[in-house]
Nanobody, 124 residues
Framework: HVQLVESGGGSVHTGGSLRLSCAVSERTSMFYVMAWFRETPGKAREGIAAIYSRDDYTDYADSVKGRFTISRDSTKNMLYLSMSGLKPDDTAMYYC??????????????????WGQGTQVTVS
């Protein structure tokens, strides 16, 4: 049973930085792709960053490109999201997710099987 546990959320001022962590119970190399999503009440879950395990190729939503960086540490089975230049619009619950599927849009939530419980980020 795959488990993902996020941490690192909190409250920051506009322009601040945070680093989210996601502890994965299995080797990250067993997943084809891993990603971060975020969700606010009344809006669909938004895929914001993804990383492929085979070559660490990354992809980002336009809303975070240049401000957020996704990375992983395969030796620790960890996934990270470094966020800088935070804005109030970044306020959301942030989730990590993993997928063994080799097809589908990389920032589409339907591609992902395993999800964490979320960590709240508030920017004011």
């Amino acid at each position: 049973h795959v488990q993902l546990v996020e941490s690192g959320g909190g409250s920051v001022h506009t322009g601040g930085s945070l680093r989210l962590s996601c502890a994965v119970s299995e080797r990250t190399s067993m997943f084809y792709v891993m990603a971060w999503f975020r969700e606010t009440p009344g809006k669909a879950r938004e895929g914001i960053a993804a990383i492929y395990s085979r070559d660490d190729y990354t992809d980002y939503a336009d809303s975070v490109k240049g401000r957020f960086t996704i990375s992983r540490d395969s030796t620790k089975n960890m996934l990270y999201l470094s966020m800088s230049g935070l804005k109030p619009d970044d306020t959301a619950m942030y989730y990590c997710a993993t997928s063994t599927r080799t097809y589908g849009l990389v920032l589409d939530a339907s591609r992902y099987t395993y999800w964490g419980q979320g960590t709240q980020v508030t920017v004011s």
